[in-house]
């Protein structure tokens, strides 16, 4: 396990947590792309964009992502090249499982920004409504 790649995701989710617009964006690569799917073979891609834009209005709504990261469990890491990857499992609301899958990338010997978040969940119905209206009112 590479622990200064365990310990970059631990910023980040500590960054998530305190609701940290400034070094979420720092943290999430240019070219960062969330690909969720769920046990119905549903997919949805988000960008930095998608992700900062949520971040910034549930700030200004004065709520957050989440009360903890204490469910957080690190599984592997994984070097390839100049970059990593982090596998994930935690418990989301309700008590569902989800596995997540992180690659970073590595500059200069750092692990610098993230790159790509994989996503599996039980269930995008919630998600999927969401970007549906949020289509609808553009």
């Not at 400034?22 to 240019?30: E, P, R």
Request: proline share 1%; hydrophobic share 45%.
């Amino acid at each position: 396990m590479d622990e200064t790649l365990v310990e970059r995701m631990r910023a980040y989710l500590a960054a998530g947590l305190a609701m940290d617009v400034d070094a979420l964006d720092a943290l999430y690569d240019s070219e960062f792309e969330n690909v969720r799917v769920d046990e119905a073979g549903r997919s949805v891609v988000l960008t930095k964009a998608d992700f900062m834009a949520r971040f910034r209005s549930l700030r200004e709504q004065g709520m957050r992502v989440g009360d903890s990261i204490d469910d957080a469990r690190f599984v592997a890491t994984n070097r390839h090249g100049d970059q990593g990857t982090v596998i994930m499992y935690r418990t989301e609301g309700g008590g569902a499982p989800a596995r997540y899958s992180y690659v970073w990338r590595r500059e200069a010997g750092q692990w610098t920004t993230l790159l790509r978040e994989f996503t599996f969940e039980r269930d995008l119905s919630g998600l999927l409504r969401m970007m549906a209206d949020a289509a609808a009112r553009a």
